[in-house]
Nanobody, 119 residues
Framework: QVRLVESGGGLVQSGGSLRLSCAGS????????MGWYRQDPGNQRRLVAT???????TYGDVVKGRFIISRDNTKKTMYLQMNSLEPEDTAVYFC?????????????WGQGIQVTVSS
């Protein structure tokens, strides 16, 4: 079973930076498009950024040019460098990936990781 596991979240002051990671674990798989989404209480999950297997990024409106998405296919890991963080960025951040194994293709989510930005 392939798993997506986020790390790197936590508490940071306004104006600070954090780097999130999402690592895929398991056997005999690749991950095509990967993405970061976030959800704060009372709101729907929103797109932060996606990146194709070839490394082409797409950013959601919430990013405002402050975040950078990247990936390392050899490590099956995706990153989100978050700069100039604002209290409005406080949310649970979820990793998403289009997973391809020897027998199936499916979309899956990580368990989410909390990011809290204090003012």
């Amino acid at each position: 079973q392939v798993r997506l596991v986020e790390s790197g979240g936590g508490l940071v002051q306004s104006g600070g930076s954090l780097r999130l990671s999402c690592a895929g674990s398991g056997r005999n798989f690749v991950i095509n498009t990967m993405g970061w989404y976030r959800q704060d209480p009372g709101n729907q999950r929103r797109l932060v950024a996606t990146i194709t297997r070839d490394g082409n990024p797409t950013y959601g409106d919430v990013v405002k040019g402050r975040f950078i998405i990247s990936r390392d296919n050899t490590k099956k890991t995706m990153y989100l460098q978050m700069n100039s963080l604002e209290p409005e960025d406080t949310a649970v951040y979820f990793c998403n990936g289009d997973i391809v194994t020897l027998t199936r293709k499916y979309n899956d989510w990580g368990q989410g990781i909390q990011v809290t930005v204090s003012s």
